[in-house]
């Protein structure tokens, strides 16, 4: 156990809808990441929040946005969605915010839209 | 940004040491070298990570390249529960760092 939460586990979705990813960094940490990954893409970084700041953007849609909140805890909001957005979410954690530091990842959130 | 390239897959014997290697020619003086790994239905544990000089700690070592354009993760004694998928990735020492892409990675095989 990572001490990262992730919830959803499991979300199953329509195309053109809105889902929202929800994540809780370790105890401490000041850092949060989303990945995403596909069959066909592997392990993609998204985006990087630092104590309520975007730190760091990546392969990151316009259709998706996130957010860290004051209490830490982070959400990825993800929007009219597509087939192609079928995928695990990760978000991970770290002390700082350098992304050389060691990541703790959560068990993720699946993604299924139909 | 610089990449990493690894071998897709590595078989090994369990309780034999196991070296899986990782070319990064492109690497800049500013990227540090990290291992992470996935095992079936998780998320990336990470493994081990280094600048310039080889590192140990209790799960692997990571050995560097003088010229740091390519590494090799070392598990001393590789048992059934380090089947996973591992990834050599790059990331720089600061916050704004641009993609940070894991790769395919290579998937180990450990047999009994």
Redesign the interface.
């Known amino acids: 156990d990572s001490g990262v939460t992730q919830t959803p586990k499991h979300l199953i979705t329509a195309t053109g809808q809105r889902v929202t990813l929800r994540c809780s960094p370790r105890s401490g940490d000041l850092s949060v990441y989303w990945y995403q990954q596909s069959l066909d893409q592997g392990l993609q970084f998204l985006i990087h929040y630092y104590n309520g700041e975007e730190r760091a953007k990546g392969n990151i849609l316009e259709r998706f946005s996130a957010q860290q909140f004051p209490d830490l805890h982070s959400e990825l909001n993800l929007s009219s969605l597509e087939l192609g957005d079928s995928a695990l979410y990760f978000c991970a954690s770290s002390v700082l915010a350098s992304r050389h530091n060691e990541q703790f990842f959560g068990p993720g959130t699946r993604l299924t839209v139909l | 940004d610089a990449k990493t390239t690894q071998p897709n897959s590595m078989e090994s014997n369990e309780e034999e040491p196991v070296h899986l290697p990782c070319n990064h020619s492109t690497i800049s003086g500013t990227d ?1 070298i ?1 291992w ?1 790994r ?1 095992l079936p239905s ?5 493994v081990i ?1 280094g600048l310039t000089s080889n590192v140990n700690n209790r799960m692997a070592s990571l050995a560097i390249a003088e010229d740091r354009k390519s590494s090799t993760l070392i598990l001393h004694r590789a048992t059934l529960r380090d089947a996973a998928v591992y ?1 050599c990735i790059l ?15 290579t998937t180990l095989t450990v047999k009994p």
């Open positions: 540090y990290h992470y996935q998780q998320g990336p544990e990470y990570h990834y990331n720089k020492n600061n916050t704004n760092a641009g993609k940070s892409t894991f790769g395919d990675g």
